[in-house]
């Protein structure tokens, strides 16, 4: 009987103790928040989606080459001599079209080492931490401000310029060769008929 009386003391000195703390955490402020309706407030220098600004992007890779997971993929067609793209905020010039600028999220270790190297700053980590997807897929993002047909236009044009530009150094390349084949041949010529000797009483 006193064992019985013990064990049921013990076991509402249980109940009490736990009881007291859960009440204590009745009064004391919450360490939760009622995400997504409350957000908490993120550091000033905090590192989430990276974002490019491609008005003043020149397309010149060294973010890409500075990814240690190779995350970013960047193609670029030259403009035409007649073509001007104007320049970027900082006074680059821009020469060349980006026609492909992704950027899969899903690999990226937010080291933020591509915002350095750019030259026109504009490339970098916003504050934006909700972007999660369904599908892997649409964690690839893509920058370009082309549209396919745009894209397609511009290797067009480059490879019918370089083609034009290839033929022109075939074409110049010819004439100089022919030039101075012409100009052995004279050689030749003068040669194999040296001029007749000069007859007595001629003046020397
Ligand atoms: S933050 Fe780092 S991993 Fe992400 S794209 Fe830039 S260099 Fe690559
Ligand atoms: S480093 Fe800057 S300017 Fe160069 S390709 Fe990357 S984002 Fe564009």
Excluded at 4 to 13: A, Q, S, V
């Amino acid at each position: 009987m006193r064992q019985y009386l013990k064990n049921t003391w013990d076991g509402l000195f249980t109940v009490l103790v736990g009881m007291k703390i859960t009440f204590k955490h009745l009064f004391t402020k919450s360490v939760t928040i009622q995400y997504p309706d409350v957000k908490v407030d993120l550091p000033e220098r905090v590192r989430n989606r990276l974002y490019v600004n491609m008005d003043d992007c020149i397309g010149c890779d060294q973010c890409a080459r500075a990814c240690p997971v190779s995350c970013i993929e960047i193609e670029t067609v030259k403009s035409m001599p007649a073509e001007d793209l104007g320049k970027t905020s900082n006074g680059k010039k821009k020469a060349l079209w980006v026609t492909k600028f992704d950027i899969d999220i899903a690999k990226c270790c937010y080291c933020q080492l591509c915002v350095f190297p750019c030259p026109t700053e504009c490339i970098y980590m916003t504050d934006v931490y909700e972007f999660s997807e369904f599908e892997r897929k649409d964690l690839v993002y893509n920058y370009a401000t082309l549209t396919s047909v745009e894209v397609e236009e511009k290797k067009v044009n480059f490879e019918k310029f370089q083609a034009e530009k290839e033929a022109q150094k075939e074409a110049a390349a010819k004439a100089k060769a022919e030039a101075a084949a012409k100009k052995a041949a004279e050689q030749a010529e003068q040669k194999e008929s040296p001029k007749p000797p000069k007859k007595d009483g001629e003046e020397k």
